[in-house]
């Protein structure tokens, strides 16, 4: 009989216990499982760790109220404003935390436009998400509608609100206002500070008159007032 016959059991016995071995010492080097993710499996957890949004209820009964009751005047425009508000916010509702900021945009221009014709609110905000200088629609996604935003102002100055006319004097005093004369910005000016001191402002229109007198022309012509003698 050969004798390396009679040394093969010894050998199977002693590599069957080398792999036990090794595989105890791969399972103690692995210690307790990670979950998957782009490195040590962080931002999977972080995943599991974010908090449910505080407005997934509030979202839906505004969104659903802006669809079914302003249209038949049961509730007003405000509701859709209030909807497009949260969407464009920071604690945007679970199911929507997710999709690109132009969808959310454009989602949210859908609330405003069915609260227009019941709530200056609704029609001003609308109105600044459409005036705005995209050329090619990079900026805003093809938001930008300069005719429409044209007609909701049309809306505004018919019912009298005072938001539509500091928007406009927001645009008289900007930067870009180069052939606006210095007398109208002036006036443009003096129509922000009336506002303001008539306390009749909503919190949009306040934002809008701080803004025009914060504008470098306004903060400029106020200095050379303060400058001429009495």
């Given at each position: 009989?050969?004798?390396?016959s009679?040394?093969?059991?010894?050998?199977?016995?002693?590599?069957?216990?080398?792999?036990a071995?090794?595989?105890?010492f791969a399972?103690?080097?692995?210690?307790e499982?990670q979950?998957?993710?782009?490195?040590?499996g962080?931002?999977?957890?972080?995943?599991?760790?974010v908090k449910?949004?505080?407005n997934?209820?509030?979202?839906?009964?505004?969104?659903?109220?802006?669809?079914?009751?302003?249209?038949s005047?049961?509730?007003?425009?405000?509701?859709c404003?209030?909807?497009?508000?949260?969407?464009?916010?920071?604690?945007v509702?679970?199911?929507?935390?997710?999709?690109?900021?132009?969808?959310?945009?454009?989602?949210?221009l859908?609330?405003?436009?069915?609260?227009?014709?019941?709530?200056?609110?609704?029609?001003?905000?609308?109105?600044?998400?459409?005036?705005?200088?995209?050329?090619?629609?990079?900026?805003?996604?093809?938001?930008?509608?300069?005719?429409?935003a044209?007609?909701?102002?049309?809306?505004?100055?018919?019912?009298?609100?005072?938001?539509?006319?500091?928007?406009?004097?927001?645009?008289?005093?900007?930067?870009?206002?180069f052939?606006?004369?210095?007398?109208e910005?002036?006036?443009?000016?003096?129509?922000?500070?009336q506002?303001?001191?008539?306390?009749?402002?909503?919190a949009?229109?306040?934002?809008?008159?701080?803004d025009?007198?914060?504008?470098?022309?306004?903060?400029?012509?106020?200095?050379?007032?303060?400058q001429?003698?009495?």
């Amino acid at each position: 009989m050969n004798k390396n016959s009679n040394r093969l059991p010894a050998l199977q016995t002693t590599g069957a216990l080398l792999c036990a071995l090794a595989s105890s010492f791969a399972f103690a080097q692995m210690g307790e499982y990670q979950p998957p993710g782009p490195n040590d499996g962080t931002a999977f957890t972080n995943q599991i760790n974010v908090k449910p949004s505080a407005n997934n209820e509030v979202y839906l009964s505004l969104k659903t109220r802006c669809e079914t009751e302003v249209g038949s005047g049961k509730s007003n425009g405000d509701v859709c404003a209030e909807a497009a508000a949260i969407l464009l916010g920071n604690d945007v509702p679970d199911h929507l935390r997710d999709i690109s900021s132009v969808t959310k945009t454009k989602i949210a221009l859908r609330l405003l436009e069915r609260g227009v014709d019941s709530s200056n609110l609704a029609a001003a905000r609308a109105y600044d998400m459409y005036n705005k200088t995209d050329i090619g629609g990079f900026l805003t996604g093809g938001v930008a509608d300069s005719y429409r935003a044209a007609e909701l102002m049309d809306v505004m100055l018919k019912r009298n609100y005072v938001g539509a006319s500091l928007r406009k004097s927001r645009s008289a005093v900007s930067l870009f206002s180069f052939s606006t004369p210095e007398s109208e910005k002036r006036q443009h000016c003096d129509v922000a500070k009336q506002a303001i001191a008539g306390g009749k402002l909503d919190a949009d229109s306040k934002i809008v008159a701080a803004d025009i007198l914060d504008s470098t022309i306004c903060k400029n012509l106020a200095a050379q007032a303060l400058q001429q003698p009495n």
